[in-house]
């Protein structure tokens, strides 16, 4: 596979009272149009990636909604997978163009979460996990915990290594003129912050989050760019919808299958990669996505992560250098097609403070649930 | 600026109940301090349950004219500023008038505006004051809300009441009004609908577009016009939502530490808000001494702020011990429990 990069543009990520959903598309979407030096009658698909659009605000259809907003009657879709919505986008859309259904397919992901509060958010995303989950009244958090603590009793992990994900993130953040959080925390602030469900600190957790991220895909093979980045896998996984159906809770199978996948369909291995976007919704799942995803071995990320194995400037590979969901922020759906824009922009060499230098090949993980769906994507520089 | 507007009186009133903020907490599986410590309240008072917004202002009203030492038939416009007024229809200046005794040959008026209502009654004063149309006014702050159980209002919803006096004579000014401003705009961030009996917020909503938008829009627009920095300033009180945002607030405009914290009442009694800022002010007044300029400011959700510029003058010293003070009333407490605040909040 070598699917084209035409273009990327990203919202600002943060509470955007002020900013409309119509308002946010059409800022990523210019951003996008102009770093491809197209215009929006040279697209001919639109995929949008949503998950919230109905519950939080009564609106579906927003295929038909954003290609109105485009000014013109394309074909247009929303696709939704919970939190992977935007890497589920980004897989049909790469299905399209290598169908020859389409030539050139815009992406977005998107999501308006801050003008509900909290109570109605965690409750509306838990429409991503299992009715009986939601019967029993835990939210994402307390999934999340749960595999906190299956890692914690497995391999010894602790707090602090949860807590020095957080803060290697937030260090990336300050260099990302769009991430929520551009300030960094210490060990200390995360600890001792209020906890939301143990061993979960609040600063363990991903924000709420507005922000919008486009991408222009084409089954082109030679971009006329300095440093053309192309797709060369894109791979899809499902595992149980609830944590109860799972075989391990210290893993997500769907990502170690769509990783797999990936990896086959790239013809890469782990060690390969120089920069990845991962799904840290809270700080223990970057930790099993760098055992999952095979960059460290079974019950050594934590430690490998605290000691600065994925840190800008200090390891290889770098992890999240964005800000992560943590700290550059988890508009939902836009998560999995930002994850792509910022890989993207690494491996053209245009990251400026938080470049990953020498970056060639990039990696994006997005999870939907508690794990039920896995996409993976890699991305490389290539002639 | 205003030549001839100056408060004569004030009054402060505190119901005599306290819930700590940690007994609260408690009962919701918090941890206390991390309550305590993020809203900067430990305790707050809660109204009797034979008080509400009304019996509150009638005493606050009674210092006043306390102070004041004029006759109540002097007071020619009662405005009552409160979020919960007894009844939608049926004023309660009125019944706060016959309560002091003022006769009948006054203006009566209730203003509604979340927290900010009775800073807007004082520039209506001011304008009757200046046209030399009255010679004596009363406003009145009172509040009792009503607060949704486990929301997180319930740690700072607070009740109590301030009267202010105003008058035109020079010589019988505590201090004078010199000049004020405003800044409104739409702003939803906390409202409650006729009917229903707890309020509604949006949470994060209201912090920068709701009370810090609109209270430096309100400070700055006054410091503008008044030529004022402020290092002219002795003190300055701000509406209390919580122990945080008027001391966020007050860094931005550039006060310090110490012009803020003989004002900053809310740590011991929650937010009673149309009488937030002018408890804070109450407070300032018991204090200070003559010849220092006070910088106040209320906010009010939906949303709007008010701005003021008072300076004390002599007579302050002496005659502000006629009254009872805040001091007194902070004082005089009694704690309950969380049961005992739902039996009074009419909860059970």
Known sequence: ?383 | MLKNVGIVGFGSYLPQNRIKISEIASVWGKNPNEVIQSLGIWEKAVAGVDEDAVTMGVEAGQNALLMAKISPHEVQAVYVGSESHPYAVNPSATIVGEALGLGNNYLASDLEFACKAATAGIENLAGLLEADLINYGLVIGADSSQVKPHDILEYTAGAGAAGLILGRKKEEFLAQILDFASYSSDTPDFWRRDGIPYPSHQGRFTGEPGYFTHVMGAAQRLLEKTKMKPSDFSYCVFHMPNGKFPCEVSKRLGFNKSQLEPGLVVGEIGNPYSASSLLGLCRVLEIARPGERVFLTSYGSGAGADSFVLETEKPLVKKRKLAPSFKFYLEKKEYVSYSTYLKLTNKI
Request: with cysteine; aromatic share 6%.
């Open chain 1, 1 to 383: 596979m070598k699917i084209a990069v035409l273009g990327v543009g990203t919202t600002k990520f943060g509470e955007l009272w002020d900013v409309s959903p119509r308002t946010l598309f059409r800022e990523a979407v210019n951003e996008a149009l102009e770093d491809a030096h197209l215009k929006i009658k040279d697209i001919d698909a639109l995929y949008v990636g949503n998950m919230l659009s109905g519950i939080l605000g009564g609106q579906e259809n927003l295929g038909a909604l954003f290609a109105e907003e485009l000014g013109f009657s394309l074909p247009a879709f929303k696709i939704e997978g919970a939190c992977a919505s935007g890497g589920l986008a980004v897989h049909n859309a790469i299905n399209s163009v290598l169908s020859g259904t389409y030539k050139r397919v815009l992406v977005v992901g998107i999501e308006k979460m801050t003008d509900h509060n909290p109570s109605e958010i965690a409750q509306a995303l838990m429409a991503g996990g299992h009715e009986e989950e939601r019967a029993a009244g835990v939210t994402f958090p307390g999934l999340y915990a749960i595999l906190a603590r299956a890692h914690i009793e497995r391999y010894k992990t602790q707090e602090r290594e949860l807590a020095a994900v957080s803060v290697k993130n937030h260090y990336h953040a300050s260099f990302n003129p769009r991430a929520q959080f551009q300030f960094e925390i210490s060990p200390d602030q995360v600890h001792q912050s209020p906890p939301v469900a143990e061993p979960l600190r609040l600063l363990d957790c991903s924000p709420i989050s507005d922000g919008a991220a486009a991408i222009i895909i084409s089954n082109i093979k030679n971009i006329k760019r300095r440093k053309p980045v192309y797709i060369t896998a894109s791979s899809v996984a499902t595992d149980s919808l609830g944590l109860a159906g799972r075989k391990d809770l210290t893993s997500l199978a769907a990502a170690v299958e769509a990783g797999k996948k990936a990896y086959q369909m790239a013809g890469i291995s782990p060690a390969d990669v120089d920069v990845a976007e991962v799904h840290d919704c809270f700080s223990i799942a970057e930790i099993i996505a760098c055992e999952d995803l095979g960059f460290f071995g079974k019950g050594k990320a934590a430690s490998e992560i605290a000691r600065g194995e994925t840190r800008l400037g200090m390891g290889r590979p770098v992890v999240n250098p964005s800000g992560g969901l943590k700290a550059c922020g988890h508009p939902v759906g836009a998560t999995g097609v930002k994850q792509i824009a910022e890989i993207v922009t690494q491996l053209r060499g245009e990251a400026g403070k938080r470049q990953v230098k020498g970056a060639k090949i990039g990696l994006t993980h997005n999870i939907g649930g508690s794990g039920a769906v896995a996409v993976v994507h890699i991305l490389e520089s290539l002639k």
